[in-house]
């Protein structure tokens, strides 16, 4: 007799929106699919991605949020002012300067937190994915075409300055629905 798998789930650190900000950017996210086709992100599950880590345990939960101690819970303003685009469907929200520019015209302090992030995970032996940090909430999954109105076209919807973010350990997999994909864990 085979014993079933364990349970894994995608685990990813990102910073959440305050809830009014979620809702705005919910009904953006609901607007382009109402324009464009494809899966919405509910208003619950958007966020900027800091560190993605992957394919791990569920069991393995705790020693992931052990990576948050001592970080603060919540982070000042960060305005998404611009909408785009990767490869044919997904379309997302993000600052100015995704990277934190150096000139003064984005904060600096989410690349810093990803920074502090990816030093407790290797010192834990926790493997990450080590792509540049490209901040970008994600709206919109599956638009039917890569044609149709340009990203620009929604540019009435923003900005969208959340009045703080919210650092929280994510996962998608376990124990996600169509109307929840991800599992937060501040």
Do not use: K
């Not at 992957?54 to 960060?78: C, H, M, Y």
């Not at 650092?167 to 991800?182: I, K, V, W």
């Amino acid at each position: 007799m085979r014993r079933p798998a364990p349970a894994q789930a995608r685990w990813f650190y990102a910073l959440r929106p305050d809830p009014d900000a979620a809702l705005r950017l919910g009904a953006l996210a609901t607007r382009l699919a109402a324009s464009l086709g494809g899966r919405p992100l509910a208003a619950d599950d958007i966020h900027l991605t800091l560190v993605f880590v992957g394919e791990r345990l569920v069991a393995d939960e705790a020693v992931l949020a052990g990576a948050l101690a001592g970080l603060a819970s919540t982070w000042p303003a960060l305005a998404l002012t611009r909408l785009g685009r990767f490869g044919r469907g997904l379309y997302w929200a993000g600052p100015a300067h995704p990277q934190g520019a150096p000139d003064g015209n984005a904060p600096p302090w989410p690349a810093a937190l990803a920074g502090q992030l990816q030093q407790r995970l290797r010192a834990a032996g926790i493997a990450f994915d080590e792509r540049p940090l490209h901040l970008h909430a994600t709206l919109l999954r599956g638009a039917r075409s890569s044609v149709g109105p340009r990203p620009e076209t929604f540019a009435d919807a923003l900005p969208i300055i959340p009045a703080r973010w919210t650092l929280a350990l994510g996962c998608s997999g376990s124990g996600s629905t169509p109307q929840r994909r991800y599992r937060w864990r501040p």
